[in-house]
């Protein structure tokens, strides 16, 4: 696996930015942001196409599993792919590149005369998104000052749900006519505006061109938003501080590089954390909602026109909770936001299990759905991309994050594989049960080991995550470290 080779524990050089500067980085910020739409319209898009192309093609269950999940498969090769060409062509290069690619997935996608052609553009779509769901946050926190960090690093987030929304809104426009090739068409648009966007409105990464050596065009980029006298101190901060921390790592000892980084002993607890939220965010059963809701509900009887229309309102709530979300991960914290978040689809999943099991009235498995959705977005959705920046040390911090990315894709894969032939097998009601079973331990795993995040710097989140694992003192006598 490749990661980006980021400076360990350098997220960037802006700090104090003013005002207007903010403005700026926000505008460069929701440009980027649209990879992250793209991310959730491919994702989300074909949940209401499905039920069409299933139709003309006469697909199987597997077949329908694989024309979901077959994207996941290309999502982790472009993850994975994405910080080598990332570091070679620049940020900015790699984000119109991927782009391009979501271009060309859409236009074979419309053009797909059969399974095997639809397949196909499944794959190419899904190496556009695992670029960009690797590639925008990276650029996102190298740009983004530490006052505004938060709303920066959430605008991807948010654009997701966003994408997803779009993409159900899409589905049901379409959806009396039954042209799922339109659905997919949709997606030109922004994957143009991606490649578009980026070569001509956004600058390249600062990190990157310290790490180039490209000076002149570096300062060139702080002093727009930082003013002239000010952007030669931040540049000779950022490197005074990126080479303290390439020296050693956080324990004093030798810092190791790149994907060896997360060997060391003191790495460990960070990256079970890390791992561990990724598999419990997909075994959750998120995705099931997300791909198959309007295939979900119209097994409670109703046509697939109202489906798609219901399933509107599970992106809504996506969307609208995700806000919630946003405005209250710097308040009330990382732990408590998951707990309740877990907590409450543990409930509503297993409620939801129950509408299946004894044949309740399709509206009140439209409400747990809803539900779900609600309890999902408003903590494990967000909050895992917010931790896996947070609980790595800064000699493994980006190969840690993209570890913990890749898990997540797997077991993405997994669950949207499995889902449709493991519900007919034991029943949707009972497949649902199984996720309630991963909320519920989900819930101990945060409780014992998930140190909270909020306000800390590295050293008393370290120190927090050590004495979970029973490696230093207990969380009481370093809580006031942060």
């Known amino acids: 696996m490749q990661g980006f080779t980021r400076e360990p524990g350098v997220r960037g050089p802006l700090e104090a930015v003013p005002t207007a500067g903010k403005r700026k980085i926000l505008r460069w910020a929701a440009t980027i942001a649209i990879g992250g739409f793209l991310f959730g319209y491919d994702t989300g898009v074909v949940s209401g196409a499905l039920l069409f192309i299933t139709r003309d ?18 999502a982790m090769v472009g993850a994975l792919s994405a910080g ?12 119109a590149l991927e782009g391009a690619v979501f271009v060309v997935g859409t236009l074979v996608a419309v053009s797909a005369d059969g399974y095997g052609m639809l397949l196909l553009a499944r794959v190419v779509l899904g190496l556009a998104v695992g670029g960009a769901s690797a590639t925008v946050p990276v650029y996102l926190s190298e740009i983004a000052p530490a006052e505004i960090r938060g709303r920066i690093l959430s605008a991807n987030q948010l654009m997701i749900t966003v994408g997803i929304l779009v993409s159900y809104l899409v589905d049901l426009a379409f959806s009396g006519s039954g042209d799922w090739r339109a659905m997919f068409a949709v997606g030109l648009i922004p994957g143009a505006a991606l490649t578009i966007g980026t070569l001509f ?36 901060k950022f490197r005074r501080t990126r080479e303290e921390r390439q020296r050693t790592s956080g324990d004093g000892e030798p810092q190791r590089q790149g994907w060896r980084a997360l060997t060391a002993r003191s790495v460990r607890p960070a990256l079970i954390v890390g791992v561990t939220l990724a598999v419990i965010q997909q075994f959750g059963g998120i995705n099931t909602i997300i791909y198959y809701a309007p295939t979900i509900i119209q097994n409670t009887g109703l046509t697939a026109s109202n489906s798609i229309f219901y399933s509107v309102f599970i992106g809504l709530i996506n969307l609208v909770m995700t806000l919630v979300s946003i405005r209250l991960v710097d308040r009330l914290g990382r732990r408590k936001l998951l707990l309740g978040s877990l907590l ?22 439209l409400v747990f759905m809803i539900l779900y959705i609600a309890a999902y977005a408003a903590g494990v959705g967000p909050v895992f991309w917010v931790l896996v920046g947070e609980v790595f040390p800064p000699s493994a911090r980006a190969v840690g994050s993209s570890a913990s990315t890749t898990v997540n894709w797997l077991s993405n894969f997994v669950v949207s594989q499995a889902f449709l032939p493991l519900a007919g097998a034991i029943g949707q009601g009972q497949t649902f049960w199984l996720f309630g079973v991963v909320c519920l331990l989900g819930l101990g795993f945060v409780a014992r080991f998930v140190p909270e995040t909020k306000g800390r710097d590295y050293g008393a989140v370290d120190a927090d995550l050590q004495s979970r694992f029973g490696h230093g003192p207990k969380p009481e006598a370093i809580r006031q470290r942060g």
């Open 57 to 74: 093609f006469g697909l199987t269950a597997a077949q329908q599993g694989s024309i979901v999940s077959v994207l996941l498969i290309g």
């Open 84 to 95: 080598r060409v990332a570091d070679r062509l620049g940020r900015r290069r790699t984000l």
């Open 201 to 236: 409105l956004v600058p390249e990464s600062p990190v990157w061109l310290i790490r180039n050596h490209r000076s002149g065009e570096v300062r060139e980029l702080i002093a727009s938003v930082t003013g002239e006298q000010r952007a030669d101190q931040l540049i000779a």
């Open 344 to 365: 409450g689809m543990l409930v509503t999943v297993g409620l939801l299990g129950l509408s299946f099991v004894v044949a309740l009235p399709s509206a009140l498995s």
